[in-house]
C-alpha cells in the first residue's frame, strides 16, 4: 500500500475518532426507549449491506444507508454510531475484507454518521420518539451530511490508489445512482415515522421496500454492465481471429481512458474515448480480414491495403447502434497520423478528432509492448524513445508531452499482453510507423 493511501486513511481514522468523541461529549445520555429501535434498524441494515451491489471498478454500495439514518432521527446519538460501527465490522469479518480495506470502511462509515448526527443536532433535530416530531430541514441536512462525507471519503481512497482525478472517481462512483438516492430520502423518513408509530413489526414491513430500491440500484448497474459485456463479447470474437491480438481491444481501452485522464477530459468525455478503443477495430470481424490476421509474416501492398480499410468497417458497424453513433468520428479516424500521412482520410492535426488522437496513442503503446513473431515486446523506455522519435509525424505533440511528463506514464504498461486486465482486452498486427 501506497504511503499516502495509508496517510489518508490514518487521518480518516483519526476524524472518525474525533468526531466520535465529540458526539458522546455533546450527548452522552441515552434514552432507554431508542435502544430497541437501534437494535431494529441495525438488523435491518445488516441484511441490506450483505446484498450490497457492486460499483465501478473496486467499489460497492448498498443501501443500507436507509436504515441507518432512520436509527439517526429515532436515536440521534452514540448510539446509532456504535451500531453502524457494529455492523460495518461484522460485515467486514464476514465478507474477509483486506484488513487495511476494512479498517477504511469501519473509519469512514464511523466518521459519515457520526458526524451526520452532529449535523442533525446542530439544525435542531430531536428524537421522532421523545421530540415534538419529524421535521424536514434537519432529516436533509442529516442526509446530505452522511451522504457528502462517505462519498468524499471512498472517492478519496480510490483516487489516491489508482492515481486518478477526485473529480472523475466521485462522478463515476456517484452520478449514475443520484437520483435513487433522492428516493431514498423519503423512504429514511418513512421508515423513522412507521417505527414510531408502529414499532417493530412495522419497521420490517416497511423494510421490504428497501429491497424494491435495491433492485432499482441494482438493474441500473446491470444494465450497464451487460451492454459493456456485450461490446467486449463481440470484441473478444473477433480477436479470436488472431492468436497474436488476444486482448489488444481491451487493453487499448484501457490505456485510452487513462491518456483521456491524463490530458484532462472530463470523466464522460473519457468514457465515451474508452469505449471507442474498445471498438477500434470491430470492422475486422469481416471476412475479407481474416486469412490476413491469419498470415504468420510481414503483410504485401495489397494484403496492406485491405487492412487499412478496416477503420471504414469499424465505422459502418458502429453506426449501426444509435447509442454509439458519437463515437463514429473516433473509431474511424484512429489511424490518421498528426502530419496527415495517415488514412483512410489523410487528416492532419486538430481536424484529427481528439477521441482518435488517443486512440493512436493506446493502439501503438500496445503494439510496442506486445510480442510479435518479429520481435519481443519493448520495454518503458524504448517506448519512449519511440513516441518522442514520432512526435509531430504521428503522433499529436500536445498529448505527446502530456503523456511521457505524467507520473502515469508507468500506468501504460501495467497491462502489457504479458499481464492480466482488470476486466477483459488486446491488439492487432501494428507496427511504429506503418500500423495495419
Partial sequence: MKQTVRTYIL??????????????WTAPFIDASHLRAVATLSVIALGTHMMAHSLARHTSGSVSFVPF??????????????????????????????IARGAFNICQQTLS??????????????SVLTGPGLTYLPLIALFLAYSGINSVSVSGVVALSEHRSFGDVWIENNLGTLAYDVIALPMIAGLAW????????????????????RELYNVNLQLEKANQELLELMVAAIEARDPYTSGHSRRVSEHARII???????????????????????????????????????????????????????????????QLRDIVPAVRHHHENWDGTGYPDGLAGDRIPLASR?????????????????????????????????RGRQFDPTICDALLSSGRFEELFKYSSHQSLPHTQEVPRLRLASQS
Avoid: C
Avoid at 113 to 126: E, F, K, P, Q
Fill in 113 to 126: 454518521i457520526a458526524s451526520a448526527i452532529l449535523v442533525y443536532r446542530l439544525v435542531g433535530g430531536t
Fill in 358 to 390: 488517443i486512440i493512436m496513442f493506446a493502439d501503438t503503446i500496445d503494439a510496442m509492448t506486445s510480442d510479435r513473431p518479429y520481435r519481443k515486446a519493448l520495454d518503458a523506455d524504448a517506448v519512449r524513445s519511440e513516441l518522442m522519435k514520432h
Fill in 260 to 322: 483521456a485522464q491524463i490530458v484532462g477530459l472530463r470523466s464522460t468525455v473519457a468514457k465515451r474515448v474508452e469505449i471507442a478503443a474498445l471498438l477500434h477495430d470491430v470492422g475486422k470481424i469481416h471476412e475479407v480480414f481474416a486469412p490476413i490476421l491469419l498470415k504468420p509474416g510481414r503483410l504485401t501492398e495489397e494484403e496492406n491495403a485491405i487492412m487499412q480499410t478496416h477503420p471504414i468497417k469499424s465505422e459502418k458497424l458502429v453506426a449501426k447502434v444509435s
Fill in 194 to 213: 412507521v417505527y414510531a408509530k408502529y414499532g417493530t413489526p412495522g419497521a420490517f414491513v416497511v423494510a421490504v421496500s428497501l429491497l424494491g430500491l
Fill in 69 to 98: 439514518l432512520a436509527s439517526a432521527v429515532i436515536s440521534p446519538d452514540w448510539a446509532t454510531a456504535a451500531a453502524v460501527i457494529l455492523v460495518t465490522v461484522l460485515v467486514q469479518v464476514v465478507r474477509r475484507r483486506q
Fill in 11 to 24: 487521518t480518516i481514522a483519526l476524524l472518525a475518532s474525533a468526531s466520535l468523541v465529540l458526539l458522546i
